[in-house]
């Protein structure tokens, strides 16, 4: 569940500060005697110095040691979080470092946690992102349906040294790490979220709060509407179900001067049982969780609200569930796209495509000039790439080289597919244009390849996050459940782009 975590600045030596927590980061490449003191003053230096020498192993990466006899700092207690190697030190390992040290501190009841900035060679205020980023990411819990939760809430992170700027660039550049931080927790709620409360009427209310908090232009198209617009391949996907779809989009008009448009899509599908080509029951439940590209954009919208980039946004996020009944798609049937291209349907368990199809096919007629879609697609792609590296498939170079340099920049770990043309053998039809489901071979890249027949000549990003979107255990600034995987890239894709523009 989201919380407001306070962000603050102390321009003293660590073992100054009053706090509950002090973290403090060590290399396994020790500094000498000088350095220390220059870094926490002599008396924490001195204890520091002996706690390297008497367990040399606290240094070790992401070893953590509690020291609690801290009368003579303001802090009540210690813990010190290994960072090892020093040329391994990167930004996402600070972030994931830093929220391994904040799991700590929070199980310490802590309500004020202070951290000295560890960076090594990386400039200061990119660690500072790094380490606020991990700290609220790694403390994010979701107990909102618990009648007895029992929270161990942080309220204040203070980033601790004696020579931190002051200045309002500074300030802001913290602020705005927050943002991003909240808005990737704020995904992760939405997509924790059951699908009895997180239907499509929720996610458009959600999606109309968004828009109203930022005077966003919003459009909802139900049921009636998307006949109009002839969106019969999402419609197929809905008939299953008794829930309404809708087909939400928000734009948002950062630099009025350009004619560049970038749709962000994510898929949205609130529950997916498969439909007719039933999912086995064994965690189907999991499947409430087919929403998060949706989640995603609604959360990266949230932030480029609060961020204002130079940047024109167009969202779009289609939502139905998928259900078996009496009026549910069947394999076998052939219905027909917006674009006017006839699909076949091989199985309904491949539906995510199906509205993928008409959404990019809306974003074209909307006025997107390059696209990028995010979805939970194909299981192919958790046995290709585990639940570390979501895949890519692109149409355009330039436009994949933007997206991946972001994802590095944010440390969301993203991996270029072939998309090549000799794919599309295996998603044509003997009986319409192309049918929805290429089999079990490159079925990754041919769920790729079936979107790609729809984005024309515009550059086209599509992102499949199915095995990256949820995890199973802790890990690094990853908690159980939802992890809001694309929030951090598309809002980096989205500052790039207004840094261009400047």
């Excluded at 979701?142 to 809430?153: C, Q, V």
Aim: hydrophobic share 40%.
């Amino acid at each position: 569940m989201v919380r407001s975590l306070q962000i603050a600045c102390a321009n003293v030596l660590p073992g100054e500060v009053f706090c509950d927590t002090l973290i403090i980061g060590l290399l396994d490449e020790t500094l000498n005697s000088v350095e220390m003191a220059r870094a926490y003053g002599n008396p924490l230096a001195t204890l520091l110095s002996l706690m390297v020498r008497d367990q040399p192993e606290c240094c070790q990466l992401a070893e953590t040691t509690i020291i609690h006899n801290t009368a003579d700092y303001g802090s009540k207690r210690i813990v010190i979080i290994g960072l090892g190697k020093k040329d391994k030190l990167t930004l996402d390992k600070i972030r994931e470092l830093s929220a391994i040290a904040i799991r700590v501190a929070k199980k310490l009841k802590s309500r004020t946690v202070a951290t000295a900035i560890y960076r090594n060679h990386h400039n200061l205020s990119d660690a500072a992102i790094s380490i606020i980023q991990g700290a609220i990411l790694g403390s994010y819990e979701f107990n909102n349906y618990k009648t007895d939760a029992k929270s161990n809430i942080i309220e204040k992170i203070i980033l601790v040294g004696p020579d931190l700027p002051s200045d309002q660039e500074w300030l802001l550049t913290l602020n705005n790490a927050k943002v991003i931080a909240d808005s990737v927790n704020f995904a992760r709620d939405l997509t924790n979220h059951p699908s009895c409360y997180m239907n499509p009427s929720q996610m458009a209310s959600i999606a109309q709060d968004i828009a109203s908090q930022f005077g966003f232009e919003i459009n909802v198209l139900d049921k009636g509407d998307m006949e109009k617009h002839k969106m019969y391949a999402m419609l197929a996907v809905a008939q299953g179900s008794t829930t309404p779809p809708k087909m939400i989009t928000l734009k948002y008009i950062g630099n009025q001067q350009s004619n560049d448009l970038i749709a962000f899509v994510g898929k949205g599908i609130t529950f997916d049982s498969g439909g007719i080509s039933l999912k086995p029951s064994e965690k189907m439940g999991d499947m409430k969780g087919d929403m998060a590209g949706g989640a995603a954009v609604l959360a990266a919208m949230q932030a480029i609200g609060h961020l204002k980039p130079k940047v024109n946004i167009l969202a779009i996020i289609p939502c139905t569930e998928n259900m078996p009944s009496g009026h549910a798609f069947k394999p076998g049937d052939v219905i027909c796209s917006m674009s006017g291209k006839t699909i076949e349907i091989i199985s309904t368990d491949a539906e995510g495509r199906l509205l993928l199809a008409d959404a990019v096919t809306y974003a074209r007629k909307l006025g997107a000039t390059r696209i990028i879609d995010l979805a939970t697609l194909t299981g192919a792609c958790v046995v290709a790439l585990g639940n570390i590296t979501s895949g890519l498939i692109s149409n355009n170079d330039g436009w994949s080289k933007e997206i991946l340099r972001a994802s590095k920049q944010t440390g969301e770990k993203m991996w270029l597919l072939p998309s090549y043309d000799d794919y599309l053998n295996q998603i044509k039809s003997d009986i319409a244009d192309l049918k929805n489901s290429g089999g079990r071979m490159a079925g990754t890249i041919t769920a790729g390849v079936f979107i790609k027949q729809f984005v024309g000549d515009l550059p086209w990003v599509h992102i499949d996050i199915a095995g990256t979107s949820d995890i199973d255990k802790v890990s690094g600034y990853n908690v159980k459940g939802a992890t809001g995987v694309g929030v951090r890239t598309l809002v980096q894709i989205a500052q790039n782009l207004s840094t261009n523009a400047c």
